[in-house]
C-alpha cells in the first residue's frame, strides 16, 4: 500500500489549493481514504473521508463548504480542493487508508492504517 500527496505549497488568505493524493496497494472498493492536517503543537485533524462503498464523503465542520473531496477511480487518485483558505488551515496535509468494510470514524486519526508523507500547505494572512 502506498499513498503520495502532492499539490501543497504557498497561497493567501482567501486562495485556493488542489492537493491530490495518488493511491495504489489497494481498492476503493473496500478501502476509505481520509484527508488529515497536522498543525505545529497541535493534533493531527481529520479534514474530509472520500467512501466510495457508501458513496458518502464526510466533512468536518471547519472545512465545511469550503474543502471538497473528489476522485478519478481510474486514475486512483483522491483529490482536496480547498477553497477560501485561511492561515488557520496551514499545516501539513496527510492521506490515509482504512478498510471500510467494517464501522469506522471517518476523522479520527487512530483508526487508519496507512499514511502517506504529506504535503505542506502554508496560507499567509
Known amino acids: 500500500v502506498q499513498l503520495v500527496e502532492s499539490g501543497g505549497g504557498l497561497v493567501r488568505h482567501g486562495g485556493s489549493l488542489r492537493l491530490s493524493c495518488a493511491a495504489s496497494?489497494?481498492?476503493?472498493?473496500?478501502?476509505?481514504v481520509g484527508w488529515f492536517r497536522q498543525a505545529p503543537g497541535k493534533e493531527r485533524e481529520g479534514i474530509g473521508c472520500?467512501?466510495?462503498?457508501?458513496?458518502?464523503?464526510v466533512y468536518a465542520d471547519s472545512v465545511k463548504g469550503r474543502f471538497t473531496i473528489s476522485s478519478d477511480n481510474a486514475k486512483k487518485m483522491v483529490f482536496l480542493e480547498m477553497n477560501n483558505l485561511k492561515p488557520e488551515d496551514s499545516g501539513i496535509y496527510l492521506c490515509?487508508?482504512?478498510?471500510?468494510?467494517?464501522?469506522?470514524?471517518?476523522?479520527?486519526?487512530?483508526?487508519?492504517?496507512?499514511w502517506g508523507q504529506g504535503t505542506q500547505v502554508t496560507v499567509s494572512s
Open positions: 490515509a487508508a482504512v478498510s471500510n468494510r467494517a464501522e469506522f470514524s471517518p476523522l479520527r486519526a487512530g483508526v487508519y492504517n496507512y
Open positions: 496497494g489497494f481498492s476503493f472498493d473496500d478501502h476509505a
Open positions: 472520500f467512501n466510495d462503498y457508501e458513496h458518502n464523503n
